[in-house]
């Protein structure tokens, strides 16, 4: 295939250019909060992998809690998903 390079190298103008800050602010909050760590100390630990070249950061542990309720409602899986006819 022969392709300019005027074709194959041009560079977007401003009206290409996409501003994505508020994705990926959400993404960053949704992260932290995986994490369960601050916006602030999620950037850290993604810089600092960055900067060191280290592998992906282990996570905290998941804790589970078991929530006893008064009434005595059974729901099933339908109910709790919404994936009839799955």
Do not use: C, F, K
Request: proline share 7%.
């Amino acid at each position: 295939m022969v392709v300019r390079p005027d074709v194959g190298w041009s560079r977007p103008g401003p009206e290409g250019i996409v501003d994505e800050t508020e994705g990926l602010v959400r993404i960053l909050r949704d992260r932290a909060r995986r994490h369960a760590r601050s916006l602030e100390q999620e950037l850290r630990a993604i810089l600092e992998v960055a900067e060191n070249g280290a592998g992906t950061a282990p996570l905290p542990p998941i804790h589970l809690a078991t929530v006893r309720t008064a009434g005595g409602s059974t729901w099933s899986r339908e109910d709790i998903y919404g994936d009839e006819g799955r």
